[in-house]
């Protein structure tokens, strides 16, 4: 059965997508300093350590993201294409937790000397790190650089397919998917920044647009076998070496996962989306991916002693007890995030919106 969407209707699966992705962006960084050693370890452990890879696709959750945000917000500008909300929007949602996650890391900074990557704390530096001109604080942040280069973007493929159609939006991807290959535009923003997957945000906006020619197809019998191909070839991708190419095909493995998600039947093989936790996870995915970089030195410590305390343990289960222990000690920060700043915030954007008349009130992204 095809689940009809509306313009304006909220999808939970989607964001329990997004908690998915999130969780596996701090597997992956978890993951990383170990590759070596499961490397070294030959055997079993080795090829359990390449599973534990592709589970945790961290470059490909991120492009999903942007898929994603393509998606919703593509969604928001067909409710309301006003620029100015969208700006406003964007300012509300994306902003205050990303002010709030580098005061803290700066105030545990100033309190310890603990930092999650080295960088200077001087207070020009801070001001540019929660614009997101500098990304040096909290590297993972460097998406959100991405994410606001984008809004041009996005609100011009909004106008260009509401003047003259989906055409213009293709010749937008093959452009941008062309300079993706080109290292002076890809590292265009500089710091460990890649715009390379930039016309992610666009497949997203075409999902949206062309949703309706797309889900006769995802309401095949074939729906099944694509959702396992999309995550085969997700997955795949986090064990080959990151080229433009497999940029492009997590790119469409995402738009296809969402596109299932939203317009095609509700299959099995999703059910885990609706389960509390992940829907959980999903609320609070973007104060929890900000803030996951805080746990990886303890996670790091703990992954030592592990490996010190039992040697004969395999490299991948010290890499699922470190990423588990990780996880936990972000979730309830992260929660606090979510509840105590992002929640305000977009609350906040609610009664900027209904101060204006000629702007209707919308729900959040």
Known sequence: ???????????????????????????????????????????????????????????????????????????????????????????FRLFPAIVAVIAAITLVYRCTGFQPYPASFDLGNVLLNMLTVHTD??????????????????????????????????VVIAVLFGLSWIGQYAALLGEGTTIAPLYAFVFGMLLHFRGDAFAPLLASRWATPAALLSVSAFSVCSVLKQTGWTLMIECLSATLLVGLIAYGPRLSIFRPLDWRVVRFYGRISYSFYLLHPMSLWLAGEAALRLQHAAPGLPVTAVAVLTGVLSVALVTPVAWLCWAAVEMPAIRLGRRARAANPAAPMQAPM
């Open 137 to 170: 604080i909290n590297r993972v942040m460097w998406s959100m650089k991405v994410e606001v280069f984008a809004t041009p973007l996005i609100l011009g493929c909004a106008w260009l397919f509401a003047t003259f159609g989906p055409r213009p939006l293709w």
């Open 1 to 91: 059965m095809t689940v009809p969407v509306t313009p304006g209707a909220f999808l939970p699966r989607i964001e329990s997508l997004r908690g998915a992705a999130a969780l596996a962006v701090a597997f992956c960084h978890v993951g990383v300093p170990l590759a070596d050693a499961a490397t070294a370890s030959g055997g079993l452990d080795a090829l359990a350590f390449r599973i534990y890879e592709a589970l945790s696709n961290g470059t490909g959750a991120v492009v999903a993201f942007f898929v994603m945000s393509g998606f919703v917000l593509a969604k928001s500008l067909d409710r309301n294409p006003d620029p100015l909300r969208f700006l406003r929007h964007r300012l």
